[in-house]
Structures are given as structure tokens and as C-alpha cells.
């Protein structure tokens, strides 16, 4: 785009006055550039998008502050550390290399750490399980163990009465609203049900005895 102003020169002495002179200037018009972060609550390790509201005629090339860049129109970006970012959007106008930006300071906030472990994954029969997380003081934690129930403790337990795999995922939220998940599989075998048929049921000492499974 070229937007043409024309100036007019005046001179004068001595109270005469010169031919005015016209001179045409033409301003090449820089891109129109602004965006937007689209993700609430903005958390590390936890995609943040961002939207493009310019128009999509010009070149592009966003830097998130972290060292990396995109040229996608609305990227999504990950900060695998908290921090204070600045983000810029430069908008080039391929016809005559004019080029603007729009900036923005983020706040992005650590996300809680969602980990456990169990004293067992696999096992026979009824079992009870327990279930340990590393504590963090800021953080709430909901579990699903699976089987249609859940807790809020930090560590539960659960008895587990019938054989199956069992997906149990822990979900913790801190107070930033930031969320962290995890998910293992548990399994379960009911115990074996040995049975057997002895033909004879009488015999003489030293005589062999023939058992025939059944199970």
C-alpha cells in the first residue's frame, strides 16, 4: 500500500515571494499488526495459543522469549519453565519490505508435578493398594482408580475385590489452576481354581494312584 502526500514549498525575501514548488512524497504504509494470547491460566508445560489478528497478507515471524520462533499464522507454544516472557509478532509486507510488530509480556506459571507410584501393579485375588504422590503444599489432588470411584486424599487406598486392568489416573491442580496428569494400569487375576478326578478311591499300599485333572 502507498499512501502520496504532496508538500508545497513556499519562499519569500524581502517581501517577494518565489514560485511555490510542489513536491510529491509517497509513504509505503507498514503492516497492521496485533494479536492475542488465547489460553487462561497461562501454565509451563501446558500449550498457549496464540491468535493472529492481522491480516493474513503479510510475512511473519513471532519470537516467544525463550529462545524459539515460529512463522505460523496462530501458533501454540510450550514454556517448559515459569517466567516472565515477551512475545513479539513482526508483520513484513512482502511488496515494500515494510515491517511493524505488536509485543506482549506473559506470565506463565509452574505446573504442578503429577506423580505416584503403588506398592503393587499387578497381583491375585483381593488387593489392597496404596497409592503414594509427591507432596506439594500448593496442589489438590482427585483420583480415579478405574473401578467408578475416586478420592481427594494425598495418599488413599483402595481394596480392589475383583480381577481386571484398572486405569487409575491422578489429576493435581495448584492455585494458579494449573494441571498436571498421570495415568497407570493395574492388573488383577483371580486366583486359580485347580479340580481333579481320582478314579479309584481305594488301593493297596504300593499301588500307584492316577489323578486326572479336571481344572
Not at 18 to 40: E, G, K, M, R, Y
Not at 69 to 74: H, K, L, V
Not at 80 to 107: H, K, R
Request: with cysteine; aromatic share 12%.
Amino acid at each position: 500500500n502507498v499512501e502520496i502526500i504532496n508538500y508545497v514549498l513556499s519562499a519569500s525575501a524581502n517581501g517577494c515571494f518565489a514560485p511555490n514548488d510542489t513536491i510529491q512524497v509517497s509513504v509505503l504504509v507498514p503492516p497492521t499488526v496485533n494479536f492475542a494470547v488465547n489460553t487462561n491460566p497461562l501454565c509451563s508445560n501446558t500449550p498457549i495459543s496464540f491468535m493472529n489478528q492481522s491480516p493474513p497478507i503479510y510475512q511473519f515471524n513471532w519470537t516467544f522469549g525463550d529462545g524459539t520462533n515460529s512463522t505460523t499464522y496462530s501458533p501454540t507454544h510450550s514454556y517448559p519453565n515459569s517466567g516472565n516472557y515477551l512475545v513479539i509478532l513482526e508483520a513484513t509486507n512482502q511488496n515494500n519490505n515494510c515491517t511493524a510488530s505488536d509485543s506482549a509480556l506473559i506470565a506463565v506459571n509452574k505446573s504442578p508435578n503429577a506423580t505416584f507410584f503403588t506398592n503393587d501393579t499387578t497381583g491375585c485375588g483381593d488387593l489392597n493398594a496404596t497409592f503414594f504422590t509427591n507432596y506439594q503444599p500448593d496442589a489438590t489432588y482427585l483420583w480415579d482408580f478405574g473401578n467408578g470411584q475416586s478420592s481427594v486424599l494425598t495418599n488413599p487406598s483402595l481394596n480392589y475385590t475383583s480381577a481386571g486392568t484398572y486405569t487409575v489416573t491422578l489429576t493435581a491442580t495448584n492455585q494458579y489452576g494449573c494441571i498436571s496428569s498421570l495415568q497407570r494400569d493395574l492388573s488383577f487375576y483371580d486366583y486359580a481354581a485347580a479340580s481333579y478326578d481320582i478314579p479309584i478311591t481305594e488301593s493297596c499300599s504300593g499301588n500307584e494312584l492316577i489323578f486326572n485333572s479336571t481344572s
